[in-house]
Nanobody, 121 residues
């Protein structure tokens, strides 16, 4: 069993900052890519940022230069630092990870339960 648990969401004013965390736990042999997606009401889920096990990152154009994804491999945790937040960043944010549970098992994708981020004055 593998679980991803997010934390750090909340209400913030435009221009403010939030830091999301997502910790993976359970039967974990290795974690490959980790990342964050979001889904606003009435919209499809969109990829926000990804980070490989080696630290290479990729961002959606809408969040470049404002969001930073990072990870702590020792803690099996991925972070999303969000600065200069805008009302259009309001969404439920989900973390995901590609995890191998055993040395010889295949990689599977896992998702967290989501955390609400609301940007409003």
């Amino acid at each position: 069993q593998v679980q991803l648990v997010e934390s750090g969401g909340g209400l913030v004013q435009p221009g403010g900052s939030l830091r999301l965390s997502c910790a993976a736990s359970g039967s974990i042999f290795s974690i490959n890519a980790m990342g964050w997606s979001r889904q606003a009401p009435g919209k499809q889920r969109e990829l926000v940022a990804t980070i490989t096990s080696g630290g290479s990152t990729n961002y959606a154009d809408s969040v470049k230069d404002r969001f930073t994804v990072s990870r702590d491999n020792a803690k099996n945790t991925v972070y999303l630092q969000m600065n200069s937040l805008k009302p259009e960043d309001t969404a439920v944010y989900y973390c995901n990870a590609q995890i191998r549970s055993r040395r010889w098992s295949v990689e599977n994708g896992y998702w967290g339960q989501g955390t609400q981020v609301t940007v409003s004055s």
